[in-house]
């Protein structure tokens, strides 16, 4: 009979966010009249902006005609995405990119787990704890991370824990790791670390040879200057860091989908017998085997969030969903949880009353029909914290924290 890969049955049963909603799912069911209201993932709920749907709806009608139509592109992205991108997201912070370092692709979920395709699975992977779940399974079905033990850890998968303890702020590891994922703004914890901090990290990553694996989804919700918007504001980041970055949460393309992936033609790593090679050219084979690129109207969609009108709408989508999160914050204040985040990141990362992150999410569904995020799905360190999420509506936003504040803990 066909085998399977057996990295595969190390992993939990089912992906996180799936395992949240056949409970919400399950509890709708037996309450059809309860008006449940989620905060638990973070999905944008505002609309694509105008000057998007202009340029989106334009190129469609290109589609549509001979003189215009167009088949595959090219693989790495239009010139006229990756131009604009170097232009606008990098170039006003004194990060100087060429055309061939930048990667047009359909997510930063996809990117963040292939990556790894292109590194030996003999590499020893660090992640912060808690972290977004992608990183660390798209691993194990590699075949990095081995048996999951009793506290919720993959044998040979390095946790660097962040809580309330440490700030959340992430120790650099004891032993030498060979990559790092780092994901600031965080999801889940909505904290951030400043340029000084970020340093610490590709000072380890130089004197390590290592590689940073930087996931910069929700760079777009920085309010404080003191925070660095890309790893390459930090001196030698070039030659041991990728970025990754979406319009997903900058621009509402969670449903359209459209990121991209920085890999610094600097950047190298060797082989068994100590020859180096540019990741970069790894990255483009990788891509060229298996990936034929966004379409042509989501590329144009994507390239119209930097017109003037699609600048202005994108500032009023973040200033909105930051409104929320203060919301959040005030209104914890009024409740005795402890929590975090929320100010450079549209996740408030909260500390459980007294019982585990499960038993809250199962108290909160129940009592106040309002689904969060249970911490322990991002790691064993989330244990005893949920995540709320500012991606919602004023009004729905404005109800679930009255739900909140009105339940005994
Ligand atoms: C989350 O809620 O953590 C995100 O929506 C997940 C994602 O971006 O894939």
Same mark, same amino acid.
């Given at each position: 009979?066909? %085998?399977?890969?057996?990295?595969?049955?190390? %992993?939990?049963?089912?992906?996180?966010?799936?395992?949240?909603?056949?409970?919400?799912?399950?509890?709708?069911?037996?309450? !059809?009249?309860?008006? =449940?209201?989620?905060?638990?993932?973070?999905?944008?709920?505002?609309?694509?902006?105008?000057?998007?749907?202009?340029?989106?709806?334009?190129?469609?009608?290109?589609?549509?005609?001979?003189?215009?139509?167009?088949?595959?592109? *090219?693989?790495? &992205?239009?010139?006229?995405?990756?131009?604009? =991108?170097?232009?606008?997201?990098?170039?006003?912070? &004194?990060? /100087? %990119?060429?055309? /061939?370092?930048?990667?047009?692709?359909?997510?930063?979920?996809?990117?963040?787990?292939?990556?790894?395709?292109?590194?030996?699975?003999?590499?020893? +992977?660090?992640?912060?704890?808690?972290?977004? *779940?992608?990183?660390?399974?798209?691993?194990?079905?590699?075949?990095?991370?081995?048996?999951?033990?009793?506290?919720?850890?993959?044998?040979? +998968?390095?946790?660097? *824990?962040?809580?309330?303890?440490?700030?959340?702020?992430?120790?650099?590891?004891?032993?030498?790791?060979?990559?790092?994922?780092?994901?600031?703004?965080?999801?889940?914890?909505?904290?951030?670390?400043?340029?000084?901090?970020?340093?610490?990290?590709?000072?380890?990553?130089?004197?390590?040879?290592?590689? +940073?694996?930087?996931?910069?989804?929700?760079?777009?919700?920085?309010?404080?200057?003191?925070?660095?918007?890309?790893?390459?504001?930090?001196?030698?980041?070039?030659?041991?860091?990728?970025?990754?970055?979406?319009?997903?949460?900058?621009?509402?393309?969670?449903?359209?989908?459209?990121?991209?992936?920085?890999?610094?033609?600097?950047?190298?790593?060797?082989?068994?017998?100590?020859?180096?090679?540019?990741?970069?050219?790894?990255?483009?084979?990788?891509?060229?085997?298996?990936?034929?690129?966004?379409?042509?109207?989501?590329?144009?969609?994507?390239?119209?969030?930097?017109?003037?009108?699609?600048?202005?709408?994108?500032?009023?989508?973040?200033?909105?969903?930051?409104?929320?999160?203060?919301?959040?914050?005030?209104?914890?204040?009024?409740?005795?949880?402890?929590?975090?985040?929320?100010?450079?990141?549209?996740?408030?990362?909260?500390?459980? *009353?007294?019982?585990?992150?499960?038993?809250?999410?199962?108290?909160?569904?129940?009592?106040?029909?309002?689904?969060?995020?249970?911490?322990?799905?991002?790691? !064993?360190?989330?244990?005893?914290?949920?995540?709320?999420?500012?991606?919602?509506?004023?009004?729905?936003?404005?109800?679930?924290?009255?739900? +909140?504040?009105?339940?005994?803990?």
């Amino acid at each position: 009979m066909t %085998l399977i890969n057996e990295n595969y049955l190390h %992993l939990e049963e089912s992906y996180l966010f799936s395992t949240i909603n056949k409970k919400v799912e399950k509890y709708q069911k037996e309450n !059809p009249e309860a008006n =449940i209201i989620s905060m638990g993932i973070g999905d944008v709920t505002r609309p694509l902006p105008q000057a998007v749907i202009k340029a989106f709806k334009k190129a469609v009608e290109e589609m549509g005609r001979k003189e215009t139509f167009k088949g595959y592109g *090219p693989e790495q &992205g239009y010139s006229f995405l990756r131009e604009a =991108i170097i232009e606008n997201d990098y170039k006003p912070r &004194g990060v /100087e %990119l060429n055309l /061939e370092e930048v990667f047009i692709s359909d997510g930063a979920k996809c990117d963040t787990a292939n990556i790894q395709e292109i590194f030996s699975t003999e590499n020893k +992977i660090a992640i912060t704890d808690p972290v977004y *779940p992608v990183y660390v399974e798209s691993n194990v079905m590699a075949g990095r991370g081995g048996p999951l033990d009793k506290k919720g850890r993959y044998k040979n +998968i390095t946790y660097l *824990p962040c809580t309330a303890e440490n700030n959340f702020q992430p120790p650099t590891p004891e032993e030498k790791v060979d990559l790092i994922y780092l994901c600031y703004p965080n999801n889940p914890t909505g904290t951030s670390l400043t340029k000084d901090q970020l340093k610490e990290w590709v000072d380890y990553a130089m004197d390590n040879k290592s590689i +940073i694996l930087f996931d910069g989804a929700y760079e777009a919700y920085i309010q404080e200057e003191r925070i660095p918007h890309s790893i390459y504001e930090i001196e030698g980041a070039r030659e041991v860091a990728i970025e990754f970055r979406s319009f997903s949460k900058t621009a509402g393309f969670t449903g359209t989908r459209c990121a991209y992936t920085i890999v610094p033609e600097e950047l190298e790593a060797e082989d068994s017998q100590g020859k180096t090679h540019q990741v970069n050219k790894l990255w483009k084979r990788r891509q060229t085997t298996k990936f034929n690129g966004v379409s042509y109207p989501v590329q144009v969609a994507a390239a119209a969030t930097y017109t003037e009108k699609g600048r202005k709408e994108i500032k009023e989508s973040i200033k909105y969903y930051m409104e929320n999160a203060r919301i959040i914050r005030e209104s914890l204040e009024d409740t005795s949880l402890e929590y975090y985040g929320g100010v450079n990141a549209p996740y408030i990362w909260v500390k459980t *009353p007294n019982m585990s992150s499960w038993q809250f999410f199962d108290k909160l569904l129940e009592e106040a029909q309002v689904v969060v995020t249970p911490g322990t799905g991002f790691g !064993p360190s989330g244990e005893g914290y949920f995540r709320l999420t500012a991606f919602n509506t004023r009004k729905n936003t404005k109800e679930a924290m009255k739900r +909140i504040k009105k339940i005994e803990f």
